[in-house]
């Protein structure tokens, strides 16, 4: 694929999880919405989640070998934890962008801080799934003047 949306621990429960922070949304609505969009503008994305902090590295290390140019890519919790995930997006050089659907800065402070941000391209925070496809929309941009 030329995008690849990686989502974090817990996101398979979208739906059911705490919804007044993540929404009423499924992680497969969010998946089938990113599918059409990017397939209604002819580009290949697929869309991985995992509970497990290697095989979501495995993952980014496999998409180095597809050639993927861009990720979206949702940490969830490993957002606050994870420099073995933050070093495996830096070890393969795909820029990417981070999105939250909940709005970290308004939550607990050990929320505030990412090992992501200053290494993502940019970061939404706080606009629930809809911020998935804005990320997707502005990734279709860059890829159409890359
Ligand atoms: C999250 C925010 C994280 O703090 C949390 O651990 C998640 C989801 C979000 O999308 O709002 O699991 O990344």
């Not at 991985?48 to 180095?64: C, D, P, T, V, Y």
């Not at 308004?106 to 940019?122: N, V």
């Amino acid at each position: 694929p030329r995008l690849l949306v990686i989502h974090g621990p817990n996101l398979n429960l979208l739906g059911s999880r705490e919804p007044g922070y993540y929404g009423l949304t499924t992680l497969a609505d969010i998946n089938l919405a990113l599918a059409r969009r990017a397939a209604a503008a002819g580009v290949d994305l697929d869309c991985f989640q995992s509970n497990h902090e290697g095989a979501l590295i495995e993952r980014i290390h496999a998409a180095h070998e597809q050639g993927v140019r861009y990720l979206i890519i949702n940490p969830a919790a490993y957002t606050h934890t994870s420099v073995a995930l933050r070093d495996a997006i830096a070890a393969v050089r795909i820029p990417f962008v981070e999105v939250h659907l909940s709005n970290v800065h308004a939550r607990e402070s050990f929320r505030h801080h990412s090992y992501f941000s200053d290494i993502a391209i940019g970061v939404i925070t706080g606009l629930g799934s809809e911020g998935y496809l804005l990320a997707l929309e502005y990734l279709l941009s860059r890829l159409k003047s890359d």
